[in-house]
């Protein structure tokens, strides 16, 4: 809803949201806003090493805790990588 009324750079979103999950959301995102650059935060790993591989549609996955200037740095990152040219 809020993003067919704004205009967004970057979405960060969490893997485990209420109702549903971070995924699902990046489907729907990456269907509706394609050129829009997703970066996904999780605490839950999911493989022997404690490791999650990038879901489809994923800029960068982000492990928690995560330092705030790192999160601002790919964020930038994620934009510039999205800007045309």
Request: net charge negative; aromatic share 4%; glycine share 10%.
């Amino acid at each position: 809803e809020k993003l067919q009324r704004k205009k967004y750079n970057v979405m960060v979103v969490d893997l485990k949201l209420p109702g549903l999950s971070g995924e699902e959301l990046v489907h729907i995102v990456n269907k509706t806003h394609p050129n829009l650059p997703v970066l996904m935060i999780t605490g839950h790993g999911s493989g022997k090493d404690g490791s999650f591989e990038k879901p489809d549609g994923v800029f960068e996955l982000l492990q928690k805790p995560i330092d705030l200037s790192v999160l601002i740095k790919k964020m930038e990152e994620a934009i510039e990588a999205n800007e045309p040219g």
